[in-house]
């Protein structure tokens, strides 16, 4: 058990990690094909060449950006409610959200979209992929500052009432500077969530408004592209480090 | 009216307008009939519920619980030990954990892909295998059940370890001792001991790990290429090649009803882990 249990781990996180080393290795390989054949940059360049991996990219960003910042908004407030009072149909609906299928979740937005459409001159695009953003983020967020505000002190808020402070006051300048570190790691969270999404997005999606996890998909159906590659290791490097900042703001008391 | 009432306000609409009042039409579509090009028409009917008792839906069914079963068991094999090794790991301990989640958080499409690079005929593996002439044609490795397994397990493996670790984390070592002095072997401690103790984090994990799996939609689409048909592929066609909303809807809330099953099913013991 001894020598077995650390072995193991090894291989278990060489299972994890060995997939996504080898992309990145090739994504520098100056070949189309699976085999080395030189060190190159090549690919990374092809990918900013290609107008219609920028466009994705671009899209992708703004769409993150805007949900993320409501998001993050709508859930703070929502969640220091929660924490003041609980609402167990709220709390619940939150988790049920989280852990309903991408694909269920995205089909009711797309007939929900589509319902509504009947009643107003809009059609399928980025509103609608950043409302449903909006909507499938919300539960990160909850839960990752209503986790935060459990170790709070309530006694705070209350001596800040004592002293004369308004609610609001008191949420302002008490609560909410205390919170900001909680906040700030909800929306790097927010951020990756939406930043990734295929399943739901793809299917509120308009003609202007392809996401890169889109363009992604149709590649890796089409073959193996050393610019998927490249593309994968710019997004991964990208969101590992919006984790790991988040992660060490989470932790932080 | 209170803070509390105007911070809530945004919150509750969101969840309301955006995610109940969706199934609620979606509740609705599944009772009405087909139109020719997408969309639903009048009669109110029964017949997409009807429908799924035929025998070529009900097998995809069946593989898709039968495939989120073998992930899941799986992922609690695999996880088990890992769990282990890193609760006892000492000062390591958060390090280890979040070497676990980091790749969960970063892109599961990407994660998606880099397995269908390696496993592809023209593929890493395949490449490496004939260039070694162990093999002189490429293995059948990708666009099978199998495939869509390994996709699955290698992305939720975290859910898994997760909780476990939770569990595992609080047993107390003197506990192991004790069972040694009673002369018990290292593998008979953790079967007697460990398991039965971290059962409640076997749930979480189980729940959390199956649930995703039995909806699961891009795994079997991209890794099974279109040979392992799950619920998921099943809903989604129904939306877009297919354009049957009504019997698309009455799926969708199938597949909503089996998850809201597990998750009182399994829910109630991994509760105070969720």
Not at chain 2, 125 to 147: C, K
Request: hydrophobic share 55%.
């Amino acid at each position: 058990m001894k020598r077995f249990l650390p072995v193991y781990a090894c291989a278990a996180y060489l299972f994890l990690y060995l997939p996504l080393l080898a992309l990145g290795a090739f994504s520098f390989n100056d070949s189309k094909i699976a085999v080395w054949h030189g060190f190159t940059f090549d690919w990374y360049g092809n990918v900013f060449r290609n107008s219609a991996l920028v466009e994705g990219m671009l899209n992708s960003l703004l769409i993150a950006v805007v949900a993320t910042l409501f998001a993050t908004l709508i859930g703070t407030l929502a969640a220091y409610a929660l924490w003041q009072k609980r609402l167990p149909w709220l709390t619940g609906s939150l988790y049920l959200s989280l852990l309903s299928p991408e694909i269920v979740t995205g089909v009711s937005l797309l007939v929900f979209f589509q319902w509504m459409f009947r009643f107003l001159k809009l059609q399928l695009g980025m509103h609608t992929v950043i409302l449903a953003h909006i909507s499938f983020s919300l539960a990160y967020v909850v839960i990752v500052i209503l986790a935060r505000l459990r170790t709070f002190d309530r006694s705070l808020e209350e001596a800040a009432n004592d002293l004369g402070a308004t609610d609001w006051q008191a949420f302002r300048y008490v609560t909410a500077p205390l919170l900001l570190p909680g906040i700030v790691a909800a929306a790097l969270l927010c951020f990756t969530v939406s930043f990734d999404d295929y399943v739901i997005t793809s299917l509120v999606a308009g003609v202007n408004s392809e996401t890169l996890p889109m363009i992604i998909y149709a590649m890796a159906r089409k073959g193996v592209s050393p610019e998927v590659n490249a593309l994968s290791v710019m997004i991964t490097v990208g969101l590992g480090v919006l984790v790991l900042v988040s992660g060490r703001l989470e932790s932080k008391r | 009216m209170k803070l509390r009432t105007w911070f809530l306000a945004p919150g509750a609409l969101v969840m309301v307008g955006l995610f109940f009042l969706p199934l609620l039409i979606v509740l609705a579509y599944s009772f009405l009939s087909r139109g020719a090009y997408g969309g639903v028409l009048l009669p109110w009917t029964i017949d997409s519920y009807a429908r799924i008792f035929d025998s070529l839906y009900l097998a995809i069914l069946w593989r898709s619980v039968w495939i989120a079963a073998v992930s899941t068991a799986l992922c609690l094999l695999l996880a088990f030990p890992l769990a282990l090794y890193i609760s006892r790991a000492g000062a390591r301990k958060t390090l280890l954990l979040n070497l676990v989640m980091l790749p969960f958080w970063t892109s599961f499409l990407i994660r998606t892909y880099a397995w269908m690079f390696l496993l592809r005929d023209t593929g890493l593996i395949n490449t490496v295998l004939q260039g070694l002439h162990v093999i002189h044609e490429p293995l059948p490795l990708l666009f099978n059940t199998g495939a869509v397994i390994l996709g699955l397990v290698y992305g939720y493996l975290p859910f898994m370890v997760l909780p476990l670790y939770a569990t595992l984390e609080k047993l107390d070592p003197a506990l192991l001792d004790a069972a040694a002095d009673l002369g018990a072997s290292p593998v008979v401690a953790v079967w007697r001991v460990v398991v039965p103790i971290s059962k409640p984090g076997m749930m979480a994990g189980c729940l959390l790990v199956f649930i995703p799996c039995l909806g699961a939609y891009l795994t079997p689409d991209l890794m099974g290429g279109g040979k392992t048909v799950m619920i998921g592929n099943l809903v989604q066609n129904q939306f877009t090649t297919s354009r049957d909303w009504p019997f698309g809807a009455a799926i969708s809330l199938l597949l909503m009803g089996m998850v809201l099953l597990v998750m009182r099913v399994l829910g109630d013991k991994g509760e105070e882990l969720l």
